[in-house]
């Protein structure tokens, strides 16, 4: 498998529920992003690793928790969610900023619905 | 602040008839400046990055252009299959993030 692959591709919660969000990449990159994209608003930096070390956190509150095991795997911890953390919840990896600035490349995206 | 606009927030266009998506920045240091498409239920997919004014790069019937203040993609004989939003994000010297503008949705009718 190639790219950037995100799992579950749907996902309905209630304000009390716990899950998790996982994104694996298949490109050899060292960074690994968390965005949120919410209709007509541009897309929002959640979280940044680069090389498995956390080096962004956009104020987003506690209730997302992001975990990255290794280069390969990221994790978005999801508790006690509000109806306005509905959104798409898009992963992406880079080479890391080590070398010259290149783009993103995203996964599919997990759609969220919080009830 | 480094700020993204992207205008028109929408377009349709006829089959063939040319036009051209506008995105205007203000960062302080450009690193890049990217393009993105984004079909409906997927995820952006780059198209290009401009580093410095001046610069053109093309791909089939888009092509975008840099100023030191705006970018603009331009398609030329769109077709239907062109529908979709275009995402414009620039990414600064001085910090890591990637900061997108809301995007621009193209729908392109036979």
């Known amino acids: 498998e190639t790219g950037v692959t995100q799992t579950p591709r749907h996902l309905v919660m209630g304000m009390t529920n716990k899950k998790s969000l996982k994104c694996e990449q298949h490109l050899g990159h060292n960074a690994m992003y968390w965005y949120k994209q919410s209709a007509k608003k541009p897309l929002e930096l959640m979280f940044v690793?680069?090389?498995?070390?956390?080096?962004e956190n956009n104020s987003v509150p506690s209730r997302f928790s992001p975990e990255c095991p290794n280069s390969s795997h990221l994790f978005l911890h999801l508790h006690t969610l509000q109806p306005e953390d509905s959104a798409l919840y898009l992963c992406a990896s880079s080479q890391g900023d080590r070398g010259p600035v290149e783009p993103l490349h995203f996964g599919n995206g997990t759609r969220l619905t919080v009830t | 602040e480094d700020q993204v606009t992207q205008s028109p927030e929408a377009l349709r266009l006829q089959e063939g008839e040319s036009s051209s998506l506008n995105c205007s920045y203000t960062?302080?240091?450009?690193?890049?400046l990217f393009w993105y498409r984004q079909d409906p239920g997927k995820g952006p997919e780059f198209l290009f990055t401009l580093y410095s004014a001046g610069e053109e790069k093309e791909k089939e019937r888009l092509k975008a252009t840099l100023t030191k203040k705006e970018s603009f993609l331009h398609i030329t004989a769109p077709k239907p299959e062109d529908s979709a939003t275009y995402l414009c994000a620039v990414q600064a010297y001085n910090n890591n993030d990637m900061r997108f503008g809301a995007g621009t949705r193209l729908t392109v009718k036979p």
């Open positions: 690793y680069n090389f498995k070390e956390q080096t």
């Open positions: 960062v302080s240091g450009l690193r890049g």
